[in-house]
C-alpha cells in the first residue's frame, strides 16, 4: 500500500477520533465536553520579568550545551535532524477557524527561523486535537506504523505509548551529499531511516564531516485535549512549533534558560511558565537551521551553541 493510501486512511481515522463539534473559547480551549465560540483562542497580554543575566562564562561552558542537549535528539546516524523540504501542517480535531490558528502559527514560526515553508505543498505534518490519543496511537500501529519513526518491533509498544499532554513522533531520513559525487549529475540520496533498511553511503574517513546528514520526512502530533483543557491556543501552538521544528531529547527537563516546552514540565516545579516560545527557543531554532548539518555531531551542537551565545548576548 502507497504511502498516500496509508496517510489517507489514518488521517481519515483520526479525523473520527477528534471530537466532532469542539469549540474554543475566546481564551481558551474548552472541557472536552463544552460548548463555546468557534473564534480561535487569543493569547493574554502577560507580564513579563526582567531577564535573567548570565555571566559569558556559564553561558559557554554549561547553560546553553545543556539547553541543546536537552533540546536536540539524535537520529540513529547520530545527527541532528531538520527540515529539508517544505514542511506542510494540517491540524485536525478543533473547529475550522481554530486548526487554521495552529496551521498559520506553526508556519509563521517556521518562517521566522529559517525553515522551509511553501504553499501550495502536500502535508507531511499531522497535528490532531483528540480526547482519545491513545486509541488514536494504536491505531496508528495497527495501519501506520512506519508513521512511529524509527525502531525495532521489540520497541513499538514503548514508542507508542501516549506520556504527554502534547507529543510528537518523526519519520527522518539520511541524506547523502557524496553520493553527488559518485554520481556526477545527482542531487543526493536520501533514504527514509528504518532499523530494518539501509542507510546512503557516506564518508567514514572524516573527522569532521560524514557527508551525511538527517532531515524530517513525516512528523506527527498528537494533543490530548483533556490535558491540555484550559489553556490558551497561543502558548499551545508555539508547543507543538517547537516540537514539529525539532525533536527534543526530553519533554520533562527544566533548563536555565526557560523554554516554551517547560509548559508541562514536572521538572520546572513552580516556575513562571512561558506562554509563548522564548528568546532562546528562538535562537535554538535559528541556528539549527543555520548551521552545517553534514558536521559530526559534536560540531553540530558547539555551532548552535556559538550561535546562541551570540543572539542571546545581543538583546
Same mark, same amino acid.
Given at each position: 500500500?502507497? +504511502? #498516500? !493510501?496509508?496517510?489517507?486512511? !489514518?488521517?481519515?481515522?483520526?479525523? %473520527?477520533?477528534?471530537?466532532?463539534?469542539?469549540?474554543?473559547?475566546?481564551?481558551?480551549?474548552?472541557?472536552?465536553?463544552?460548548?463555546?465560540?468557534?473564534?480561535?483562542?487569543?493569547?493574554?497580554?502577560?507580564?513579563?520579568?526582567?531577564?535573567?543575566?548570565?555571566?559569558?562564562?556559564?553561558?559557554?561552558?554549561?547553560?546553553?550545551?545543556?539547553?541543546?542537549?536537552?533540546?536536540?535528539?539524535?537520529?540513529?546516524?547520530?545527527?541532528?535532524? +531538520?527540515?529539508?523540504?517544505?514542511?506542510?501542517?494540517?491540524?485536525?480535531?478543533?473547529?475550522?477557524?481554530?486548526?487554521?490558528?495552529?496551521?498559520?502559527?506553526?508556519?509563521?514560526?517556521? #518562517?521566522?527561523?529559517?525553515?522551509?515553508?511553501?504553499?501550495?505543498?502536500?502535508?507531511?505534518?499531522?497535528?490532531?486535537?483528540?480526547?482519545?490519543?491513545?486509541?488514536?496511537?494504536?491505531?496508528?500501529?495497527?495501519?501506520?506504523?512506519?508513521?512511529?519513526?524509527?525502531?525495532?518491533?521489540?520497541?513499538?509498544?514503548?514508542?507508542?505509548?501516549?506520556?504527554?499532554?502534547?507529543?510528537?513522533?518523526?519519520?527522518?531520513?539520511?541524506?547523502?551529499?557524496?553520493?553527488?559525487?559518485?554520481?556526477?549529475?545527482?542531487?543526493?540520496? #536520501?533514504?527514509?531511516?528504518?532499523?530494518?533498511?539501509?542507510? $546512503?553511503?557516506?564518508? $567514514?574517513?572524516?573527522?569532521?564531516?560524514?557527508?551525511?546528514?538527517?532531515?524530517?520526512?513525516?512528523?506527527?502530533?498528537?494533543?490530548?485535549?483533556?490535558?491540555?483543557?484550559?489553556?490558551?491556543?497561543?502558548?499551545?501552538?508555539?508547543?507543538?512549533?517547537?516540537?514539529?521544528?525539532?525533536?527534543?531529547?526530553?519533554?520533562?527537563?527544566?533548563?536555565?534558560?526557560?523554554?516554551?516546552?517547560?509548559?508541562?514540565? $514536572?521538572?520546572?516545579?513552580?516556575?513562571?511558565?512561558?506562554?509563548?516560545?522564548?528568546?532562546?527557543?528562538?535562537?535554538?531554532?535559528?541556528?539549527?537551521?543555520?548551521?552545517? %548539518?553534514?558536521?559530526?555531531?559534536?560540531?553540530?551542537?558547539?555551532? !548552535?551553541?556559538?550561535? %546562541?551565545?551570540?543572539?542571546?548576548?545581543?538583546?
Amino acid at each position: 500500500m502507497s +504511502r #498516500a !493510501i496509508f496517510l489517507a486512511g !489514518i488521517y481519515g481515522f483520526a479525523a %473520527m477520533l477528534c471530537v466532532s463539534g469542539h469549540a474554543l473559547a475566546q481564551k481558551s480551549l474548552p472541557r472536552p465536553n463544552s460548548a463555546a465560540s468557534d473564534s480561535p483562542a487569543e493569547l493574554d497580554t502577560v507580564g513579563v520579568t526582567a531577564p535573567k543575566r548570565y555571566d559569558t562564562h556559564q553561558l559557554e561552558a554549561t547553560i546553553i550545551p545543556a539547553f541543546v542537549a536537552s533540546h536536540g535528539a539524535t537520529t540513529h546516524i547520530g545527527q541532528l535532524a +531538520r527540515w529539508r523540504a517544505d514542511l506542510c501542517p494540517d491540524t485536525t480535531g478543533l473547529p475550522d477557524a481554530s486548526s487554521a490558528f495552529v496551521t498559520a502559527r506553526v508556519k509563521e514560526i517556521a #518562517a521566522s527561523v529559517g525553515a522551509p515553508v511553501k504553499e501550495p505543498c502536500e502535508h507531511n505534518v499531522q497535528i490532531t486535537f483528540t480526547t482519545q490519543p491513545q486509541k488514536l496511537l494504536d491505531e496508528y500501529t495497527r495501519r501506520a506504523n512506519w508513521a512511529l519513526g524509527y525502531h525495532y518491533a521489540s520497541q513499538t509498544e514503548e514508542l507508542a505509548t501516549v506520556r504527554h499532554p502534547i507529543q510528537a513522533w518523526y519519520v527522518t531520513a539520511t541524506q547523502s551529499s557524496s553520493f553527488s559525487a559518485l554520481a556526477p549529475g545527482a542531487s543526493g540520496l #536520501a533514504l527514509i531511516d528504518s532499523a530494518y533498511g539501509s542507510t $546512503p553511503p557516506g564518508d $567514514p574517513g572524516s573527522r569532521l564531516t560524514s557527508h551525511l546528514s538527517s532531515e524530517f520526512f513525516h512528523v506527527l502530533v498528537v494533543i490530548d485535549l483533556h490535558k491540555v483543557e484550559g489553556y490558551e491556543l497561543g502558548p499551545v501552538s508555539d508547543y507543538i512549533a517547537m516540537l514539529v521544528l525539532s525533536q527534543p531529547q526530553s519533554l520533562e527537563d527544566c533548563s536555565d534558560l526557560p523554554s516554551i516546552l517547560d509548559l508541562w514540565s $514536572p521538572a520546572c516545579g513552580t516556575r513562571p511558565k512561558p506562554l509563548a516560545l522564548t528568546p532562546a527557543d528562538t535562537a535554538y531554532l535559528k541556528a539549527l537551521y543555520d548551521i552545517n %548539518m553534514e558536521a559530526n555531531n559534536s560540531f553540530e551542537r558547539s555551532g !548552535i551553541s556559538t550561535r %546562541m551565545i551570540k543572539d542571546i548576548e545581543s538583546h
